[in-house]
């Protein structure tokens, strides 16, 4: 049961990413460049008394997701592009994670319409007990009437404080499964819509990270403090390697990564369709009640 307080913090957590993402559609023009975006987005929120919950995302074109601008990123908006802007912010771990795609091409624009339309039937339909591959029926059918694709291996997921997967996924192709949403449950649905293949694979280099085992190094006291220091600040949230950077300078860039090695952080590839399709996603979080 998600007490009064909880369900607060939610909705000034969506108030939050609505503003931001309100500022994104305000701001990005092509020739911009991801890196002067992503800060300033990342700015609006901690300007409003939250925390990011994530870094920001802008995936491009063939990029259906988790592409962060890394710490000297020189990558600017190209012309005729179409651009996720997938934004988080959490109040004392309570989270809302949402996202939008802006079109520079309007041959895009029913790719736009497919995955949007596709949210908004899922929030017309989504109650206690409906079962979990019943969404993404909705999902999947919804995209496929467009003419498009939908994303079969990304999916929405169930948050909890400070755990933005928290164990259910909300799929984007009809899927057998027993798994239901449950009232004062919270989900992050996300339809994605391509003109390609439908599956993603990693690809590039990654530049979001997330703590994943709390381990203990015995051979590195120092290792150990530090990735205590990074819990303390994100618990099992991603973040950046350019919020590491700024905090603690290359020492602590390079901290991060003797992590990586010793396997105690998870760093999150770049998700493109497998066929180099456009792909349009948009995303909201509900409250079920």
Do not use: C
């Amino acid at each position: 049961m998600l007490r009064e307080e909880e369900i607060k913090k939610y909705l000034k957590a969506g108030e939050v990413v609505y503003h931001t993402l309100n500022i994104a559609l305000n701001i990005i023009e092509e020739g911009q460049s991801l890196l002067k975006i992503a800060e300033r987005l990342e700015r609006e929120i901690s300007d409003r008394n939250a925390k990011p919950a994530f870094p920001v995302n802008i995936s491009i074109n063939h990029v259906a997701a988790h592409y962060s601008p890394s710490i000297n990123d020189l990558n600017i908006i190209p012309r005729k592009s179409v651009i996720k802007v997938d934004v988080g912010a959490h109040i004392d771990g309570y989270i809302a994670d949402a996202a939008i795609t802006i079109s520079f091409n309007p041959k895009y624009e029913k790719l736009l319409m497919a995955s949007r339309s596709a949210l908004e039937n899922v929030e017309k339909n989504i109650r206690p007990g409906i079962s979990l591959g019943s969404i993404g029926e909705i999902v999947e059918k919804t995209i496929l009437q467009y003419g498009y694709k939908p994303i079969s291996n990304l999916s929405g997921h169930k948050i909890d404080k400070y755990n933005l997967h928290a164990g259910k996924s909300v799929p984007n192709i009809s899927t057998y499964t027993f798994k239901k949403i449950e009232k004062n449950e919270v989900y992050a649905i996300e339809p994605f819509a391509t003109d390609g293949a439908g599956y993603v694979i990693e690809m590039g280099n990654g530049h979001i990270y997330q703590l994943t085992i709390m381990k203990k190094i015995k051979e590195d006291r120092e290792l150990q403090f530090f990735m205590r220091k990074i819990w303390m600040e994100y618990h099992s949230l991603p973040f950046s390697e350019r919020w590491i950077y700024k905090r603690y300078g290359e020492e602590g860039f390079n901290k991060l990564l003797d992590l990586i090695t010793y396997k105690r952080v998870y760093v999150y590839h770049s998700l493109v369709d497998k066929y180099g399709g456009i792909v349009s996603q948009f995303e909201d979080t509900m409250i079920i009640t």
